[in-house]
């Protein structure tokens, strides 16, 4: 049928005839194409779209009204090309096999409706264009019958075939090799993306038994690729699923009572496809073999019933679990910790109580504050908008739950709640013992929040509205309030001695008498001491002068800074405030000197009270995740440095001062950026890169300023959290960012090899890739350098480098082992060269870049070694 009109499409399926004009394209249907032959399982043939010859047409495979497959066409065909006059692509190959969903019993079902129905075999089959009621021509040359669809559709499709890539078809290759002692073993890949890891599923009777991925070093395909592949896998009864076991161990009991099974009952399946692997034709499997299938098949579903009366138990036990938990053992202490521990500050203002209500009306929150904020200048960063957790009420049990979740997902060790207690009145103590309630894993203390609480929450002695009167009584006496969250063994303690803090030690009517009748009244409840930490405020800066053990900071007390109002553009004329660079900052509490008491070191994500104090608030301006990240990291990495397991503590001020400004909870703007720097600061990179930025460098401090807000965001390593919490944003594309000339020592490496291999999904062949500057994307493969060992905690990074001088760095998300490298080279231990890692190219100027691999030095936290890649990036 050449003429197609709208009333012959409204009637159903049209076909589209080859034989047609191709030279003249503007007559006759939109697709042109033919169905020629079924050759190995696989019809051929070709088509294209008149309308746009060169696109790939979507096409489908169909039996009956049953849908097999859809593919598009891209294989050459030079008679067509030749014909049409325009270098189309319109080759297609599709295989014959029934998808997953449809067994073998409904294809006989539909061969049988389609035969009393009287059709043919070509009637029952058809090539359609997706989405079209267009089918394509069957060619006078296909031959095909219903004995050889059953055969096609009812056995799997083998792989099989040389290792060359195709350009059209499969490129899946493999086979079975053998079984010995229970082992099945063979190869599988992908010739099309040699590197990928493929997962296979393996089946006794179309039973499932469980699943094997190839990972195993065959050098004898390594060679016949050119290539270092580990297209090996071996399955054994130790892959054996629990979740199978049932069926399987009905499958095996009733299996051949003779010595020797044959291969027609085991199957191998490549996961997520239609393909089976091959078996060879003497593959057997002794009864033995069989047996001890049986056998581990048994103990999987033991095992499983054991664990489900075991979770049953557990359920029935957890109330008194959760007693014991909080019955405490004061003298047993966990071994101190080599890892540093990430510590909030908490407010536990958000929610209504009567004393707030009296003060400031019905109804009124932390809240109230927050969301009436206005911006004073162009670019100013109110109002704060909370994301995740919206404007939440702590009244609620899921709201305090969510923040547990949060924090344990980013690797903050525990909350340091602020506790309001005046003259033996407490407010606000809801989140800390509902915490001690729910025995939430997750640490935390308490800090003494013992100054008067004033309308202007920053302790002067205007506008009281509850005074902190500090007798000697109601000081000595606070203690006796508190015992009952020591008791509990979340509480964070210094080898055996809770931790408490005290905001303003100097408000206390005699410190040193008071903490000694503390640490008395702790002693005798049991503990071997209390640890008493005085904030440094207010020009607080010796502990010992006033009894307390150790010092925490707690900026922006103490920091110091230029006022930089004259720089902020457009700044309202009312504002009366101060504004600083937060960025400055940064830079001074990487140098600021530790001194010799005790410290633990504070970070702040950013600072604006505006919402508080309005037009005459105190500002840092500048901030971002990207330079918090970098403070923190070098706290963490001093904290590792300088203070004993057991004793490194690092605080963030703070989890939750939204009328602040300083919050690690997601808002609008940045989302979970804060959090994600928190988790990274802890990582073995950025505790290289935060000793090297803990000493001066050479330059100015406005050099260092450049450092923090670049290199620092691009040297982190996220391997471990790469897959988790990647399924939300996670990780997310690593941004390539700008590093500043002569801040990394980077020398060529002698012998260094890098193998990009896929870009964006698609494997790597041109040497040159145009990218747009807005564009995201995906870089896989591996590096190796004869000289390095690649460990896990090595730090790589993604280099472009300009032509101009100009350089981006971007973070590797990803690390692994390859084994097929290792062998390839005889290169022996344990060494990740492979890497994957989304990178965003947002930051990067148009303009021509190198594509290289940048090899952290674990000596030298400044230097790295380049691996050039051999692909240039044109970024547009």
């Known amino acids: 049928m050449t003429d197609q009109d709208d009333s012959a499409l409204a009637e159903g399926v049209l076909y589209v005839v080859a034989d047609a004009d191709l030279s003249d394209l503007s007559a006759g249907p939109n697709y042109r194409g033919q169905v020629e032959v079924l050759h190995d399982g696989a019809l051929a043939g070709w088509c294209f779209s008149t309308l746009d010859p060169l696109k790939p047409v979507p096409l489908e495979l169909w039996i009956g009204e049953a849908k097999l497959s859809s593919f598009f066409t891209s294989g050459t065909r030079s008679d067509i090309e030749k014909a049409v006059g325009l270098p189309v692509r319109p080759g297609f190959r599709a295989t014959l096999a029934r998808p997953a969903e449809l067994n073998a019993a409904d294809i006989l079902l539909l061969i049988e409706e389609a035969q009393e129905a009287g059709e043919t075999a070509r009637d029952f089959l058809s090539v359609r264009v997706s989405e079209q009621p267009v089918a394509l021509e069957l060619g006078q040359n296909l031959e095909i019958d219903f004995e050889t669809l059953i055969m096609l559709l009812t056995h799997p499709v083998t792989l099989r075939g040389d290792l060359e890539a195709p350009e059209e078809g499969s490129a899946l290759r493999g086979q079975v090799d053998a079984q010995e002692r229970g082992i099945i073993n063979g190869w599988c890949v992908d010739v099309a993306h040699p590197s990928a890891r493929l997962q296979l599923e393996f089946y006794y009777k179309n039973v499932a038994m469980g699943v094997a991925s190839t990972g195993e070093t065959r050098t004898d395909i390594s060679q016949l690729l050119g290539v270092p592949v580990a297209a090996g896998f071996r399955f054994g009864p130790k892959n054996i699923a629990a979740s199978d076991a049932a069926a399987l161990l009905s499958a095996l009991s009733a299996a051949p009572s003779k010595t020797r099974a044959g291969g027609h009952d085991f199957s191998v399946k490549v996961a997520g496809t239609d393909c089976f692997l091959s078996f060879p034709p003497n593959f057997s499997v002794s009864e033995d073999d069989l047996r001890q299938y049986y056998e581990v098949a048994a103990g999987r579903l033991a095992e499983t019933s054991k664990n489900k009366r075991i979770e049953l138990s557990d359920a029935m036990m957890a109330a008194p679990k959760r007693a014991l938990s909080r019955s405490r053992a004061p003298t047993d202490s966990a071994p101190p910790s080599e890892d540093v521990s990430v510590i909030a500050f908490y407010l536990p203002q958000f929610h209504p109580f009567p004393e707030n209500d009296e003060w400031w009306g019905t109804g009124f929150t932390e809240w109230t504050n927050v969301a009436s904020a206005r911006p004073s200048f162009a670019g100013h960063n109110q109002p704060r908008i909370p ?49 001690l309630e729910k025995d939430y894993e997750l640490d935390f203390c308490l800090c003494w929040a013992n100054e008067n609480w004033s309308r202007r929450w920053d302790g002067s002695e205007d506008d009281v509205l509850m005074h902190q009167s500090h007798s000697q009584l109601d000081d000595n006496n606070f203690i006796d309030q508190i015992l009952k969250y020591f008791d509990n063994p979340r509480y964070i303690k210094i080898n055996g001695a809770p931790f408490l803090l005290i905001y303003r030690v100097s408000l206390l009517q005699d410190p040193v008498s008071t903490i000694n009748i503390w640490k008395a009244k702790t002693k005798a409840a049991g503990f071997p001491d209390l640890h008493v930490s005085m904030c440094e405020t207010f020009g607080l800066s010796d502990p010992a002068r006033y009894g307390a053990d150790s010092l925490c900071q707690f900026p922006p007390h103490g920091v110091n800074a230029r006022e930089i109002q004259n720089k902020v553009v457009d700044l309202d004329k009312d504002f009366t405030g101060r504004i600083y660079d937060y960025m400055e900052i940064a830079a001074g509490e990487l140098w600021r000197p530790e001194g010799e008491a005790l410290r633990f070191r504070t970070a702040m994500p950013s600072w604006d009270n505006t919402s508080r ?20 990291s070098v706290l963490c990495a001093k904290a590792r440095r300088n203070l004993p397991p057991g004793q490194r503590l690092v605080f963030v001020n703070a989890w939750n001062e939204w009328a602040e400004g300083a919050y690690l909870e997601p808002d609008r703007r940045d989302g979970h950026r804060n959090l994600k720097a928190v ?26 300023v450049k450092l923090i807000s670049s290199l620092a965001n691009a040297n982190r390593r996220l391997t471990e959290f790469a897959t988790d919490y990647c399924a939300g944003p996670s990780a997310g594309p690593s941004p390539f960012v700008a590093i500043p000339k002569g801040v990394m020592r980077q020398d060529v490496a002698e012998g260094g090899n890098c193998n990009i291999e896929v870009i964006n999904g698609r494997s790597v062949f041109a040497s040159e890739i145009t990218i747009d500057h807005f564009k995201k994307a995906t870089i896989s493969g591996w590096v190796r350098i004869p000289e390095i060992k690649l460990t896990a905690t090595l730090p790589i990074f993604l280099q472009l480098a300009g032509a101009d001088g100009r350089e981006y760095v971007a973070s590797v998300l990803e690390r692994f082992q390859r084994t097929d490298v290792a062998s390839f080279y005889e290169d022996e231990g344990e060494q990740h060269y492979g890497f994957n890692s989304a990178v965003d190219f947002q930051n990067v100027q148009p303009g021509v870049y190198r594509l290289g691999l940048l090899i952290g030095s674990v000596h030298h936290p400044n230097a790295a070694s380049v691996v050039p890649a051999g692909v240039t990036f044109i970024v547009g």
């Open 387 to 435: 994301a995740d957790l919206g404007y939440y009420d702590l009244r609620l049990d899921l709201i305090h739950e969510k923040q547990i979740e949060l924090a344990q997902r980013y690797k903050i060790s525990g909350f340091c709640y602020y506790y309001y207690s005046f003259a033996g009145k407490t407010l606000m103590t809801m989140p800390a013992d509902r915490h």
């Open 613 to 632: 104090k309005g037009k005459a608030g105190h500002i840092f301006h500048n901030a971002s995740p990207a330079a918090f990240e970098a403070w923190l």
């Open 679 to 704: 988790r990274a600061a802890q990582t073995a990179a950025n505790l290289l890169i935060g000793d090297a930025l803990a000493a001066e460098p050479e330059g100015a401090n406005d050099e260092l």
